[in-house]
């Protein structure tokens, strides 16, 4: 078989078991066919959870997550089973929020990257969380993240 950008991973194509823990989760990225062209790329995950530290109860997120790269692409299989893996994890929102994009800008060094974690009421409080890189970079499209303030179920 032709050597690829894509030959070095492991994860896509079969089966994957998910990693105990977003620390054992193995990212992986290739490289970026158009690194030369500013572009946006978004994640979404509707479905995000995780465990309260305190209590061992299930918490809830909507995370939204945009990226400018540069040399490199994240692999979405990856991403994917490194966000699945905080499901057994014991963090605040804060903490799973900023770590996850603290981990992706480490790993890909994108040109720019944000996070918006909307996570759903505990307590009845919903809380968001936001990070980001650096200012938005100029004369990319990127879009609002166009997730609605929590309003319940009337």
């Not at 492991?10 to 158009?34: C, F, H, I, M, W």
């Not at 465990?51 to 939204?64: E, I």
């Not at 996570?119 to 993240?145: A, C, H, L, N, S």
Request: charged fraction near 20%; hydrophobic fraction near 35%.
């Amino acid at each position: 078989m032709t050597e690829t950008i894509y030959s070095g991973l492991k994860q896509l194509g079969g089966a994957t078991l998910l990693p105990e823990s977003p620390d054992k989760a193995e990212l992986e990225r290739v490289r970026n066919p158009q690194a030369d062209v500013a572009y946006n790329v978004r994640f979404t995950a509707p479905e995000f959870t995780s465990l309260c530290p305190m209590t061992g109860q299930p918490d809830f997120a909507h995370l939204v997550i945009d990226y400018v790269p540069g040399e490199w692409l994240v692999e979405s299989k990856s991403l994917k089973l490194y966000l699945g893996s905080f499901r057994n994890h014991g963090a605040f929102h804060e903490d799973c929020t900023v770590s996850i994009g603290r981990r992706l800008a480490g790993f890909l060094a994108p040109r720019w990257l944000r996070i918006g974690g909307y996570w759903y009421p505990r307590g009845g409080m919903p809380i968001d969380v936001f990070w980001q890189t650096g200012p938005m970079p100029e004369g990319v499209w990127i879009p609002d993240q166009d997730v609605p303030p929590y309003r319940g179920r009337g």
